[in-house]
Nanobody
Framework: QVQLVESGGGLVQPGGSLRLSCTAS????????MSWYRQAPGKERELVVL??????YYADSVQGRFTISRDNAKNTVYLQMNSLKPDDTAVYYC?????????WGQGTQVTVSS
């Protein structure tokens, strides 16, 4: 049974930083691409970053500010978010595609506000 559990969200001032974590279970973590999405109020869920093998894709809106990393020994993927802006306010979800199905965590709220 695939499970994804996000943590690390919170309230931060503009220009601040947060690190999100997503711990996975129920599949061989090291062999799967992992991604982070976010959904702001009233907007569709959007891809933030995808890490697949040796390749990484960042949305233009976060390029240069966000960094994805993973620790396969801990079955955990991280999202380091720097220089945060109010527009980054959203619920952040990690995602894995397995067997033609998309699995999601419960999400973690990130609020950027002064």
């Amino acid at each position: 049974q695939v499970q994804l559990v996000e943590s690390g969200g919170g309230l931060v001032q503009p220009g601040g930083s947060l690190r999100l974590s997503c711990t996975a279970s129920g599949f061989i973590f090291s062999t799967y691409a992992m991604s982070w999405y976010r959904q702001a109020p009233g907007k569709e869920r959007e891809l933030v970053v995808l890490s697949a093998g040796g390749s990484t894709y960042y949305a233009d809106s976060v390029q240069g500010r966000f960094t994805i990393s993973r620790d396969n020994a801990k079955n955990t993927v991280y999202l380091q978010m720097n220089s945060l802006k109010p527009d980054d306010t959203a619920v952040y979800y990690c995602n894995v595609q397995r067997g033609g199905y998309a699995y999601w965590g419960q999400g973690t709220q990130v609020t950027v506000s002064s």
